[in-house]
């Protein structure tokens, strides 16, 4: 039998993450959020996997449209930017109508303010995991936009005093900090 050991959250943080949006379209109704759970997982064929809240409004349109952006963000990028993907609702709010942005050749919309690069996906298997779910993708298409140093977590948090939305993975940590 196993002997319950105290977790201490705050080894969570030594994990490394990028800072992207996640975007996806579906009967002409957009939506993007900020992602820090994305990853590369093959490159042949290409492959990436996002994790996303069941609650969001990303999660529910990419379950109809099977397809998906990510926009790997720059580490200049201010935070009220971060604040319209990152904390206000696409239920409520059109956050398209705030950033320059693009459907790309997979017909996803892509977010060019403050992007480094871009990629589009299609899924191919989700995992349901809890309250997320992790979308696997074959890679599309994907541009470089500009040279600059990608949005990390840490920066985030550490830099830019960010914290993580109610719907984040990482939610819970904010009260560690």
Request: charged share 20%; proline share 5%; aromatic share 10%.
């Given at each position: 039998?196993?002997?319950?050991?105290?977790?201490?959250?705050?080894?969570?943080?030594?994990?490394?993450?990028?800072?992207?949006?996640?975007?996806?379209?579906?009967?002409g109704?957009?939506?993007?959020?900020?992602?820090?759970?994305?990853?590369?997982?093959?490159?042949?064929?290409?492959?990436?996997?996002?994790?996303?809240?069941?609650?969001?409004?990303?999660?529910?349109?990419?379950?109809?449209?099977?397809?998906?952006?990510?926009?790997?963000?720059?580490?200049?990028?201010?935070?009220?930017?971060?604040?319209?993907?990152?904390?206000?609702?696409?239920?409520?709010?059109?956050?398209?109508?705030?950033?320059?942005?693009?459907?790309?050749p997979?017909?996803?919309?892509?977010?060019?303010?403050?992007?480094?690069?871009?990629?589009?996906?299609?899924?191919?298997?989700?995992?349901?995991v809890?309250?997320?779910?992790?979308?696997?993708?074959?890679?599309?298409?994907?541009?470089?936009?500009?040279?600059?140093?990608?949005?990390?977590?840490?920066?985030?948090?550490?830099?830019?005093?960010?914290?993580?939305?109610?719907?984040?993975?990482?939610?819970?940590?904010?009260?560690?900090?």
């Amino acid at each position: 039998m196993e002997t319950a050991v105290p977790i201490d959250v705050k080894a969570l943080f030594n994990l490394t993450y990028g800072m992207y949006i996640v975007s996806t379209e579906w009967e002409g109704r957009r939506n993007g959020q900020i992602a820090n759970s994305v990853m590369q997982v093959t490159s042949t064929p290409s492959t990436v996997a996002v994790c996303l809240n069941k609650e969001n409004l990303t999660w529910e349109l990419l379950l109809k449209s099977g397809k998906f952006s990510v926009a790997v963000l720059e580490e200049e990028v201010p935070m009220t930017f971060i604040g319209t993907f990152g904390f206000k609702s696409g239920r409520q709010i059109d956050k398209f109508a705030e950033c320059n942005w693009k459907t790309g050749p997979a017909g996803t919309p892509i977010v060019l303010d403050h992007t480094l690069s871009w990629i589009e996906a299609k899924v191919f298997e989700r995992v349901d995991v809890y309250t997320h779910s992790v979308f696997f993708g074959e890679v599309l298409s994907c541009s470089c936009l500009k040279e600059g140093s990608p949005l990390t977590y840490a920066n985030y948090h550490l830099v830019k005093k960010g914290k993580s939305p109610k719907s984040a993975p990482t939610y819970s940590l904010n009260a560690v900090k």
